[in-house]
């Protein structure tokens, strides 16, 4: 079956300007995760959905960053004004349910660079 | 402050030797731990787990070791093959929904 799918695979921007992040789950996982990975780092979380609870967006660096996800489905991070400092791996991953031991699947990432 | 900490940034085995990576943490609250393998390109992908109640699981030649009094866990890998060559992510959590993660070991295997 389809895993998780990001796109874009890869995004070069100049610095100031605005992306957008797009992360489609597994169907029928009610959580999903973003996460950022910048180089010689673990991953770092961002923001968290589950089914219709308000997300826990504790994770954001800043208020130039923002994800929704529609429809329980797909989601979309946005960062605004981009800074060179936002150059990371973006990393989107699903579960069934929120519970801790269901696996958490990963799709294969965005890399942004920020010029 | 790293509340989970992967102290080798690289390690290099024999193909057919045993692999041994190591993870620390500091939190006395997470009960549940993750072990997680990602190649170049492709986001991680998860390989074994253990809770607290546990010190040993085993899942064919990956085993994960805990220590709970020392705040360790480690991953063996035996034999080793070329195809574990990729980088590993040990990951915690304290029950909520949220993991902590390691920043990863490189693990190369030689010929």
């Known amino acids: 079956g389809a895993g998780v799918s990001q796109s874009p695979s890869n995004k070069v921007t100049e610095k100031g300007k605005d992306v957008e992040l797009r992360c489609d789950p597994i169907?029928?996982?009610?959580?999903l995760y973003w996460y950022r990975q910048s180089l010689g780092q673990g991953l770092e979380f961002l923001i968290y959905?589950?089914?219709?609870?308000?997300?826990?967006k504790s994770g954001l660096p800043s208020d130039r960053f923002s994800a929704e996800r529609t429809g329980g489905s797909v989601s979309t991070l946005t960062i605004q004004r981009t800074q060179q400092e936002d150059s990371a791996v973006y990393l989107c991953?699903?579960?069934?349910?929120?519970?801790?031991?269901?696996?958490?699947?990963f799709g294969p990432g965005t890399r942004l660079t920020v010029l | 402050d790293q509340q989970v900490k992967q102290n080798s940034p690289s390690l290099s085995v024999q193909e057919g030797r045993i692999s041994i990576l190591n993870c620390d943490y500091t939190?006395?609250?997470?009960?549940?731990f993750l072990w997680y393998k990602k190649y170049p390109a492709e986001g991680p992908t998860f390989l074994i787990s253990?809770?607290?109640i546990k010190d040993k699981n085993e899942d064919g030649r990956f085993t994960v070791f805990l220590n709970k009094s020392a705040k360790h866990l480690s991953l063996h890998i035996v034999p080793s093959q070329p195809g574990d060559s990729a980088v590993y992510f040990c990951?915690?959590?304290?029950?909520?929904?949220?993991?902590?993660w390691g920043a990863g070991t490189k693990l190369i295997i030689k010929p």
């Open positions: 253990i809770s607290s």
């Open positions: 939190n006395s609250m997470f009960d549940y």
């Open positions: 959905f589950q089914g219709n609870s308000a997300p826990d």
């Open positions: 990951a915690a959590s304290d029950g909520d929904y949220q993991l902590i």
């Open positions: 169907s029928g996982h009610t959580a």
């Open positions: 991953a699903s579960r069934y349910s929120g519970t801790i031991t269901d696996t958490q699947y």
